[in-house]
């Protein structure tokens, strides 16, 4: 099971662009990379996945680098309302492990 | 309605009661799961299931006991509640790529 490594927490400002690195170095060639965002008080909630390369959807993008050790989510324009915690999985899709996060406060 | 519902929202039982929380999901997904979180930490994996009548430990499930003989239920029971096992409690479920997660059941054992 590939462990993720991810920031413990970011700060931004509304309206600047996130990026949230998370590290995998012994992914493994079937895995695919997740990422989840956890608002207080809620279960998380899906917002992307990839395998390789870029992936884009409405609400972010997930950057995958040729070696896949590591992967970036980020997201456009923060408003207060993304201040939630964000976490990156790898590995088995039955287990779905989440790692510890990385909390994201975003200021006025 | 669809989607996956929990119940109880909240529960204050006492050290060494048997208690159950249930978990409903009304998509028909084959995957469901058991998270704990703990004030201030992230998930941890008590239990998960391929589908029905199969069921896999997770991270943490010592203290725990699942069953699932209808595809869309599966209960969680603590067989003799410890201090320990006071946290919110998340019930998830997967048809595809995507995991939907339950509101949760806030438990505190007394």
């Known amino acids: 099971l590939a462990k993720t490594t991810q920031p413990i927490s970011m700060d931004s400002y509304e309206g600047q662009e996130v990026n949230i690195t998370c590290s995998h170095n012994?992914?493994?060639?079937?895995?695919?990379i997740t990422w989840y965002q956890q608002f207080p008080s809620q279960g998380p909630r899906f917002i992307i996945q990839?395998?390789?390369t870029k992936v884009t959807n409405e609400v972010a993008s997930l950057f995958i680098p040729a070696d896949r050790k590591s992967s970036t989510l980020s997201l456009p324009r923060v408003s207060l309302s993304d201040t939630a915690v964000y976490y990156c999985?790898?590995?088995?899709?039955?287990?779905?492990?989440f790692g510890t996060g990385t909390r994201l406060q975003v200021f006025p | 309605d669809a989607g996956i519902t929990q119940s109880p929202r909240y529960k204050i039982t006492e050290t060494g009661r048997q208690v159950t929380l249930m978990c409903h999901q009304t998509?028909?997904?084959?995957?469901m799961f058991w998270y704990r979180q703990d004030l201030g930490h992230g998930l941890r994996l008590i239990y998960y299931?391929?589908?029905?009548?199969?069921?896999d430990k997770g991270e943490v499930p010592d203290g725990y006991v699942v069953s699932r003989s209808k595809t869309e239920n599966f209960p969680l029971t603590l067989e003799s509640a410890t201090r320990s096992q006071t946290s919110v409690y998340f019930c998830?479920?997967?048809?595809?790529?995507?995991?939907?997660f339950g509101q949760g059941t806030r438990l505190t054992v007394v």
């Open positions: 990839g395998y390789k």
């Open positions: 998830a479920s997967r048809g595809g790529t995507e995991a939907f």
């Open positions: 012994n992914i493994a060639t079937n895995d695919y």
């Open positions: 299931s391929a589908a029905a009548d199969i069921t």
């Open positions: 998509w028909s997904h084959s995957y």
């Open positions: 999985l790898v590995g088995d899709p039955d287990k779905l492990i």
